[in-house]
């Protein structure tokens, strides 16, 4: 059985920074996409990034663009996500999925399309 954790969640001021980390237990999943996704109290779970099971391929939604950044370290079997310029709207529990398909070679940001979840980690940012 895969367990996905995710860690690196806290409480920052606006502008500020935090890097979320998404580590896998059970098997690798270097050759799998990883997504990150966001939920807030009284909203539906919404994509925030993704990374294709090579690295090579990325995907942001439109409200995180150019203030955060996905990445994966296949040695260590971790995908990031640096959240710059943090602001309220981004206040979340922020989950990390493995895609269902071996080498999807492109990021999807439909939940159903993932497979295994974390927990996930409170993101809180103050104004």
């Known amino acids: 059985q895969v367990h996905m954790v995710e860690s690196g969640g806290g409480l920052v001021q606006a502008g500020g920074s935090l890097r979320l980390s998404c580590a896998a237990s059970?098997?690798?999943?270097?050759?799998?996409?990883i997504g990150w996704f966001r939920q807030a109290p009284g909203k539906e779970r919404e994509f925030v990034a993704g990374?294709?099971?090579?690295?090579?391929?990325?995907d942001y939604a439109d409200s995180v663009k150019g203030r955060f950044t996905i990445s994966r370290d296949f040695a260590k079997n971790t995908v990031y996500l640096q959240m710059n310029s943090l602001k309220p709207e981004d206040t979340a529990i922020y989950y990390c999925?493995?895609?269902?398909?071996?080498?999807?070679?492109?990021?999807?940001?439909?939940?159903?399309?993932?497979?295994?979840w974390g927990q996930g980690t409170q993101v809180t940012v103050s104004s």
């Open positions: 999925a493995e895609d269902r398909i071996f080498k999807r070679d492109y990021v999807s940001r439909r939940t159903y399309n993932y497979n295994y």
């Open positions: 059970g098997r690798t999943f270097s050759t799998y996409a």
């Open positions: 990374i294709s099971w090579s690295g090579g391929t990325v």
